[in-house]
């Protein structure tokens, strides 16, 4: 294929990926998407330009180098491609998965103007797929040992991924996970048809076999302390990242009803608890033939919503408040959402839920119209004055967002935070106001995404490495943002 | 070989009342009284919150007080000395506040009363004076008696059938306390409605009482909302914010509602159980 012109590669088509049947896997949870194949992944590769300064790398917060993993592909040397991107990515079969690739590398890629970017987020899952069915196992590298501890509070992207470079690096690396299960969201947030949860295992186990040590069931706050990591837990440093994992309610009337869920609780009794199998312990509502709405309009009102349908719900109906221009959720999952019968309002908020003995019944909306710019540039939604009305539910999903986890903060007085509750640091190296502390990912952002979170933990990782050699964590600066 | 949550010893406390004897050593090192912690019995059990009645560090051992209810409970009850818990996650929770408060009531009804034992404990050890009131359905049902005797100044005893202490309910032992003025604080554990009627009666009075609240929970470190509370009209979290809430501001009424969401499921689950005996 290297031998197709600039102005014949111009012209080819994006490569489809294989998409299961939506009448067939409503029936399941297993994966929707299929992946491309050996052939359809090289096809795909050799659409790329191969840009003298591939702008694609500045769309991806981990900097993988998308340029030389691409040709790699065209060239047929998959497992030569999966070194290069694990060079900077632990998470790759996932990324290529959840990141919203229209907003990043493949938003930034030149072909995006024609509207057809190369897929950079097919390729890389299936580079990690290929990598991980077929690459012979390769030994640990070698690295000297440092002889320096550092905890990890959360199995997180933005833990996994800082506990992955400071393992390479030479340190000891312990992750504290507080649920019996590894990955943070991608446990017990992100649907298995979505992210299979043998994958996130999978890329969980590579860091355990380079070295890096997971202890689950320990919850940094509530008991221990950063001040006991750091002291009688004998650990030289710790990175931070506890998420933001405390879901927000409306406060509206009715939100204590019984069949209202926060998409949190709702998706971790069927992600985590598996409440979707008739053996399992944990119970979900028996939304059967019930009409379930989902408030919000992220991607975790899309996985609450496609999950409510594959639990047989009745009708799905997602209300967002915004209209679908402003939908922040990932493009390919609305479209999967729709094929399956996720019905979608716009503009329309939740005023109160109203309930019979307990149970919830209907939820009152309210219409809104688009009115001024917020300060992030969407326009702000307004209620139109006395225009509402009753949208029948026997289950109501909240999906508007989470706040940090507070426990950590709260035992941590001394732990300076943000009025928006996050942990306050330095934006590059992710120092915090405690000496050897460091911090990334959705706690110090707010919620967000996958990727963000990867970045964060890589460069904390650097800082973390520099501070443990006796540098000063300000001045250090992470060689893969230096482009 | 002494693994992860190894059961030490079992002990039998009353009908379906088992104490059990958890290794647990950063649990034992790090618990507070008021803390509890979240179980599961194999890999794909249900995860429950247990409260930890007494721990020792340098056994690295929790003491939990069990009662069959459910399918998950009565499989802890068939759990011997060798057997492990899948996870034990804790402690979890906000501690209780401990400080001098002067005259202190505990009151405690059915296996509250091992909630309760380490909260008379601290207060007690704090210089408070004591009191505590134990409430049970008769003298078989009545735990940690002895435990709570050393612990408190003077400890009182209603059953319902009169078989242990006076015959009656724990308000009838709380209201001459009050009636005396002479108490400083309250703390009450126990079923819904015992909570509901003890904060009641302190309220015309003005005594601070903390209630500790036991809704449905999944996760337990704040993630899923589902032990959502409402404390003086906000939505709070018991496992994070709580367990202890002032019960003059908890509305036990909703809180009773949402604690019967999977009664039905509870039952078929009962029934598919090998300790099916006790729906």
């Known amino acids: 294929m290297g031998e197709l012109s600039k102005r014949e590669r111009m012209a080819m088509d994006r490569t489809p990926i294989g998409v299961r049947d939506p009448g067939e896997r409503m029936g399941d949870f297993d994966e929707v998407s299929l992946g491309y194949t050996s052939g359809l992944a090289i096809l795909e590769a050799s659409r790329c330009l191969n840009c003298t300064r591939p702008v694609c790398i500045d769309g991806c917060p981990v900097g993988v180098r998308i340029d030389e993993f691409v040709k790699l592909v065209a060239d047929g040397d998959i497992e030569g491609a999966a070194a290069v991107i694990q060079r900077d990515n632990v998470l790759p079969a996932v990324c290529g998965r959840v990141c919203p690739q229209e907003s990043q590398c493949e938003g930034s890629c030149v072909l995006a103007k024609k509207g057809r970017p190369i897929a950079i987020g097919y390729l890389e899952r299936f580079v990690a797929d290929y990598e991980r069915s077929h690459a012979t196992r390769h030994d640990p590298v070698a ?203 716009f503009l329309v908020g939740p005023v109160s839920f109203n309930g019979e003995d307990g149970w919830l019944r209907s939820v009152t909306v309210q219409q809104m119209r688009l009115g001024e710019q917020d300060p992030d540039g969407r326009a702000r939604p307004e209620p139109i004055p006395g225009a509402t009305d009753v949208v029948d539910a026997d289950v109501a999903i909240i999906a508007i967002g989470n706040a940090p986890n507070p426990i950590l903060m709260r035992a941590t007085p001394e732990l300076q935070t943000t009025r928006r509750g996050t942990v306050s640091v330095d934006p590059i190296t992710g120092a915090t106001s405690m000496p050897g502390v460091f911090a990334g990912g959705d706690i110090t952002t707010g919620g967000a995404t996958v990727i963000l979170a990867l970045g964060a933990g890589r460069r904390a990782a650097v800082a973390i490495d520099a501070w443990l050699r006796g540098g000063e964590a300000g001045a250090v600066e992470p060689s893969f943002l230096l482009e | ?148 005797t050393k612990a408190c100044d003077r400890v009182m005893v209603t059953t319902e059938d009169g078989s242990a202490g006076e015959r009656g309910l724990v308000t009838d032992a709380l209201g001459p306390l009050l009636d005396e003025g002479l108490v400083d604080r309250v703390f009450v554990v126990g079923p819904i409605p015992m909570m509901r009627a003890v904060a009641a009666m302190t309220q015309p009075t003005g005594i601070a009482t903390i209630a500790s609240l036991n809704p449905l929970m999944v996760d337990g470190t704040g993630m899923c909302g589902g032990c959502r509370v409402a404390v003086g009209g906000e939505t709070r979290f018991a496992c994070i914010d709580g367990p202890e809430f002032d019960a003059h501001l908890v509305d036990f009424d909703a809180l009773e509602r949402r604690n019967t969401a999977y009664r039905e499921f509870e039952t078929c689950q009962a029934a598919l159980g090998g300790s099916a005996r006790h729906g």
């Open chain 1, 143 to 345: 690295v000297t040992r440092t002889g320096r501890r550092v905890a990890v509070v959360g199995s997180g992207p933005a833990g996994l991924a800082c506990a992955g470079d400071l393992n390479r690096l030479g340190h000891a690396v312990t992750v504290f996970e507080a649920l019996h299960e590894l990955g943070g969201v991608l446990a017990y947030g992100i649907p298995a048809f979505r992210l299979p949860k043998d994958i996130v295992r999978a890329e969980i186990g590579r860091l355990e076999r380079e070295g890096v040590a997971f202890e689950t069931d320990v919850l940094i706050g509530s008991g221990m302390s950063l001040d006991d990591l750091m002291g009688p837990e004998g650990f030289d440093a710790v990175f931070v990242g506890t998420g933001a994992g405390l879901p927000r309610f409306p406060g509206i009337p009715g939100e204590d009803l019984i069949g209202v869920y926060s998409a949190n609780e709702f998706l971790t009794r069927v992600n985590l608890m598996h409440a979707h199998d008739r053996s399992a312990r944990t119970p979900v509502y028996d939304i059967a033939d019930r009409p379930v709405v989902v408030i919000g309009g992220g991607n975790t009102a899309v996985d609450a919503a496609r999950t409510s349908l594959r639990l047989g719900a009745r009708t799905v109906t997602m209300l967002y408040r915004r209209s679908e221009a402003e939908l922040p959720a990932r493009l390919e999952e609305i479209d999967h959402a729709r094929e399956e019968g996720v019905d979608m309002r």
């Open chain 2, 1 to 148: 070989m002494d693994g992860r949550f190894t059961v030490r010893a079992v002990s039998s406390e009353g009908p379906d009342i088992h104490r059990l004897l958890v290794h647990a050593p950063r649990v034992a090192r790090y618990v507070r009284a008021g803390q509890f912690v979240i179980v599961r019995t194999t890999p794909d059990g249900e995860r429950i919150p247990l409260t930890v009645c007494e721990a020792d560090a340098s056994e690295g051992t929790i003491a939990l007080v069990v009662q069959g209810v459910g399918r998950t409970t009565f499989d802890i009850l068939e759990l011997v000395q060798g057997d492990q818990f899948a996870d034990v996650l804790g402690p979890l929770g906000s501690p209780t506040h401990v400080e001098y408060y002067g005259s202190c009531v505990v009151v405690a009804g059915g296996v509250g009363v091992a909630i309760a034992l380490p909260v008379a404990r601290a207060w007690h050890g704090a210089g408070n004076r004591v009191v505590g009131i134990l409430g049970a359905r008769s003298d078989a049902h009545l735990i940690l008696h002895h435990d709570f």
